[in-house]
């Protein structure tokens, strides 16, 4: 059974780094074709992808959030950890981990099903 | 970034079927066989429950299908149950982008 779990800060303050731990169990990071993201969910709006870290350290992110966006993977922890650098309130969401088995992959991007998410962790950003 | 165009709500009547539409262009949905779908309750985990346009993981429902024609996929919820009653969400493969992209978003209301 694959069960991930997001943790982290449940505040934080304008301009300040947000760092995001995705605990996972039931797989391996180190498996061929497996994929851990991060997609958020502002309040009231949809769901938006964040990252995705592959099996290979081969890592994509939102091309509008690329430049303050970090995935890391610690395959002996079973842990993939997200930083979002200049937080701003417009960024307060509630933030999911979720595994991929990658189906295909094409010149620019991969697809694959998410077919295991963690409960969600929401983050607020105010002073 | 271009989410795909999902209208913002369907309602029906328990027993009632209803359609989803998902709609995108030749980059995305109509380009490929790529499509998910997600039934998401507020405040829990979203649940796939269609990949690859119109297959179901073990465990969900047969009253769910889906399906595609041209740029447009669709959702189809028959047998319409209260327990049915949430947000749902397409994601497609695009090969403008180095991730998927997500529908607007669909809420579902069992009248």
């Known amino acids: 059974q694959i069960t991930l779990k997001e943790s982290g800060p449940t505040l934080v303050k304008p301009t300040q780094t947000l760092t995001l731990t995705c605990t996972f169990s039931?797989?391996?990071?180190?498996?061929?074709?497996?994929?851990v993201g991060w997609i958020r969910q502002p309040p009231g709006k949809a769901l938006e992808w964040l990252a995705l870290?592959?099996?290979?350290?081969?890592?994509r992110y939102s091309p509008s959030l690329k430049n303050r966006l970090t995935i890391t993977k610690d395959t002996s922890k079973n842990q993939v950890v997200l930083t979002m650098t200049n937080m701003d309130p417009v960024d307060t969401a509630t933030y999911y981990c979720?595994?991929?088995?990658?189906?295909?992959?094409?010149?620019?991007?991969?697809?694959?099903?998410?077919?295991?998410w963690g409960q969600g962790t929401l983050v607020t950003v105010s002073s | 970034q271009s989410a795909l165009t999902q209208p913002a709500s369907v309602s029906g009547s328990p027993g009632q079927s209803i359609i989803i539409s998902c709609t995108g262009t030749s980059s995305d949905v109509g380009g490929y066989r790529f499509v998910s779908w997600y039934q998401h309750h507020p405040g829990k985990a979203p649940k796939l429950i269609i990949y690859?346009?119109?297959n179901r993981p073990s465990g969900v429902s047969n009253r769910f299908s889906g399906s595609k024609s041209g740029n447009t996929a669709s959702l189809t919820i028959s047998g319409l149950q209260a327990e049915d009653e949430a947000d749902y969400y397409c994601?497609?493969?695009?090969?403008?982008?180095?991730?998927?992209?997500f529908g607007t978003g669909t809420k579902v209301t069992v009248l």
């Open positions: 979720a595994h991929q088995i990658v189906g295909y992959c094409g010149s620019t991007s991969c697809y694959g099903p998410l077919d295991s």
């Open positions: 690859e346009v119109n």
């Open positions: 870290i592959y099996w290979d350290d081969d890592k």
């Open positions: 994601s497609s493969y695009t090969n403008s982008r180095t991730l998927e992209v």
């Open positions: 039931g797989f391996s990071l180190s498996t061929s074709g497996v994929g």
